[in-house]
């Protein structure tokens, strides 16, 4: 029983339809009849065709590219829905952009990622619902609650599925130092061991050095990483694993499949035998069978699902 009373109602921008059409399906709710588009000089506009107020308004907007016109459009359908008396409205961002401009690098740097963060919340959000954030300290960068749901457990049921009959001879490799905790986690939930790339630049214009840590010598691999935008350190750290390494096999799977510039052919190129992302951010592109797509509608079905109900959403982070 729903103790607040109020009805529920999703809506979407333009960036990823297929996704919130899928969560709108698992949920048993109609999608919310609006329509966003472009006036002639790039304006951005949104109407709304039906009655939000009082409403637990869901808005599912991935910021992917083109990001800047994506985020345009989250924000003034959260103002829409805010000026017409929507009751709560949740941002459902399920890849968030300029996640990776988290802190100052040199100096004069912006922090991007909570300028957005303030963006969305003086726009009129109540609350956020994403997945696999770059940095986990950005959920601190707003002053309104924030979900965070991990894609992992869609990765896992997948490679428990595929390596059932030869676990003993898998392991799961961090791609780079810096995503050593989240590929510690993952192969502790699939009970494989761990290894890493350690990538040095011994000096200015010298191509990289790759160091394996761990033996992953004719091992079948496993690549985690939070999310992929040209390729390069991904392809490189699987030609590492197999050159130097040993490996026998090397598959990757990241949430968030950027895909920006030469990234499909690199991966086509690649020595990879399959990547995996979540369908975060829609296919784009010239399509490539070593790419596959795994649906996070489920996961978010549910979470906007307990949301809406007011119960909590913590089982869905383990």
């Known amino acids: 029983m729903i103790a607040h009373g109020k009805d529920i109602k999703i809506f979407c921008g333009s960036s990823n339809k297929a996704l919130a059409l899928d969560i709108c399906n698992v949920i048993g709710t109609p999608l919310g009849n609006a329509e966003v588009g472009t006036f002639s000089d790039g304006e951005k506009y949104v109407s709304i065709y039906e009655t939000v107020r009082g409403s637990d308004v869901f808005v599912i907007q991935s910021t992917c590219s083109p990001v800047n016109d994506n985020l345009m459009e989250l924000l003034i359908m959260i103002d829409a829905m805010k000026r017409a008396s929507a009751g709560r409205i949740t941002a459902v961002i399920p890849y968030f952009g300029y996640a990776r401009q988290d802190r100052k690098t040199k100096p004069r740097d912006p922090i991007s990622a ?120 991904l392809c490189h750290a699987a030609k590492a694993l197999v050159e130097i390494g040993g490996a026998k096999s090397v598959a990757a799977c990241a949430s968030h499949g950027v895909l920006s510039g030469p990234a499909v052919q690199r991966i086509q190129d690649s020595v990879l035998d399959e990547v995996l992302f979540l369908n975060t951010i829609p296919a784009h592109g010239a399509p490539c069978d070593k790419i596959k797509y795994l649906s996070v509608a489920p996961m978010f079905a549910e979470a906007i699902d307990r949301i809406y109900e007011e119960i909590s959403v913590s089982k869905l982070f383990l």
């Open 114 to 233: 909570k300028l957005v963060a303030n963006l969305i919340t003086r726009a009129g959000a109540d609350r956020v619902l994403t997945m696999d954030l770059h940095a986990n300290q950005i959920q601190g960068f707003f002053d309104i609650p924030v979900d965070n749901l991990l894609g992992s457990p869609i990765f896992v049921r997948h490679f428990m599925e595929k390596y059932q009959d030869c676990h003993g001879e898998v392991m799961v490799v961090s791609p780079d130092v810096g995503s050593v905790a989240r590929a510690r986690a993952f192969a502790q939930k699939l009970d494989m061991p761990l290894a890493i790339v350690d990538k040095r630049r011994q000096k200015a214009n010298s191509s990289e050095v790759m160091n394996i840590i761990g033996d992953v010598k004719d091992k079948r691999v496993i690549l985690l990483d939070d999310m992929v935008d040209t390729g390069g350190s």
